[in-house]
């Protein structure tokens, strides 16, 4: 069964910093020339999941939800199987479960933020921001 584990997620006070890694076999990069997307998405207590940041199967582009533009970066490392989310200057409103998931479609030319179009989930990790 494909797996994504996530990790790096922690407490931080506000304007912290912390950095998520996204890893495991369901990300496959260049298996069998089979290549994914991969999102972030987090969903805080009572409220609905969220797309936070996407990035293309080949890192050519990536995508934000305006809250976190400027402030968060999504990158890849395709020799190492893994895919990072970088969050600098974090708020309050940033405090949320995050999870990774791997795009459905092999070499999707843009970036989805629905989380239907994405096939593998991790577990996700807590972030949690303190005033």
């Known amino acids: 069964q494909e797996q994504l584990v996530e990790s790096g997620g922690g407490w931080v006070q506000a304007g912290g910093s912390l950095t998520l890694t996204c890893a495991g076999p369901?990300?496959?990069?260049?298996?069998?020339?089979?290549?994914?997307?991969v999102a972030w998405f987090r969903q805080a207590p009572g409220k609905q999941r969220e797309f936070v940041a996407g990035?293309?199967?080949?890192?050519?582009?990536?995508n934000y939800v305006d809250s976190v533009k400027g402030r968060f970066t999504i990158s890849r490392d395709n020799a190492k199987n893994t895919v990072t989310l970088q969050m600098n200057n974090l708020k309050p409103d940033d405090t949320a479960v995050y999870s990774c998931?791997?795009?459905?479609?092999?070499?999707?030319?843009?970036?989805?933020?629905?989380?239907?179009?994405?096939?593998?989930w991790g577990r996700g990790t807590q972030v949690t921001v303190s005033s």
């Open positions: 990035i293309k199967w080949d890192g050519g582009s990536t």
């Open positions: 998931a791997r795009d459905r479609q092999n070499r999707r030319s843009w970036i989805s933020s629905e989380s239907a179009a994405y096939q593998y």
């Open positions: 369901g990300l496959r990069i260049g298996y069998y020339g089979l290549t994914y997307g």
